[in-house]
């Protein structure tokens, strides 16, 4: 398979503001892995929450506040960000350009999301 990213269609993120999310390659694709791009747009954020599932992203763009447990950094673009399963964590776009990452997890197993704040 050989997409191009705007082929993909963009759902909104229904917790936080400005957020929205783009499956690449879902389970029906690939049987390990699903590849998700999102964007939170210039003053967005995502509400401290937990998944079940290890994530690993790589920032494409922009910059942001990163919580994971209790640390907090700068994430930028380039940079790349391991998050365990289980561990909070949030997002507050900085600056004015919009936060843009890639997202892989497992899909071995099922993502279940829970809010910590809203």
Not at 56 to 64: C, H
């Amino acid at each position: 398979m050989i997409k191009n990213v705007n082929e993909f269609a963009s759902n909104p993120i229904a917790a936080g503001k400005g957020g929205s999310m783009q499956v690449l390659i879902g389970a029906d694709k690939a049987p390990n892995f699903a590849m998700r791009k999102f964007i939170l747009k210039s003053g967005g954020n995502m509400p401290l929450h937990t998944n079940t599932v290890e994530h690993e992203q790589y920032v494409l763009a922009g910059s942001a506040k990163v919580i994971m447990g209790d640390e907090e950094r700068i994430a930028k673009k380039d940079d790349v960000i391991y998050i365990p399963a289980g561990v909070p964590h949030s997002y507050e776009v900085l600056g004015d350009e919009d936060y843009e990452f890639l997202c892989l997890i497992p899909t071995t197993q099922e993502d279940c999301i829970t809010l910590l704040s809203c």
